[in-house]
């Protein structure tokens, strides 16, 4: 299984920025995928989450601000980022709660991370 994140790079301050992350290899299901993101010197943090259901759940930081969506068909979310802070700055890592078979266990996926760098 691979998670492979997109969109990341350096925007000013109250600018915009829209992530990817699509989940390919041997998946039978997904039940939910995420963002999480780490600043520097700092514990990763949840920023947003989806199910396949379509529920959402985000950080409080970011409501109001960012909007997770998905296409359960490419196994892909994204993550638009409005009115973006300075304090946004971080590695932004995706991740996903998948079983591989009908058998299987749900266990969670890690993707690489892209950088968001927000200037003041």
């Known amino acids: 299984v691979q998670l492979q994140a997109y969109g990341g790079g350096l925007v000013q301050a109250r600018g915009s920025l829209r992530l990817s992350c699509a989940a390919s290899?041997?998946?039978?299901?997904?039940?939910?995928m995420g963002w999480y993101r780490q600043a520097p010197g700092k514990q990763r943090e949840l920023v947003a989450s989806?199910?396949?259901?379509?529920?959402?759940y985000y950080g409080d930081s970011v409501k109001g601000r960012f909007t997770i969506s998905g296409d359960n068909a490419k196994n892909t979310i994204y993550l638009q980022m409005n009115s973006l802070k300075p304090e946004d700055t971080g590695v932004y890592y995706c991740?996903?709660?998948?079983?591989?078979?009908?058998?299987?266990?749900?266990?969670?996926?890690w993707g690489q991370g892209t950088l968001v760098t927000v200037s003041s």
């Open positions: 991740n996903s709660n998948l079983k591989r078979s009908w058998s299987g266990s749900v266990s969670l996926y």
């Open positions: 290899g041997s998946i039978y299901s997904i039940n939910s």
């Open positions: 989806i199910t396949t259901a379509g529920n959402t």
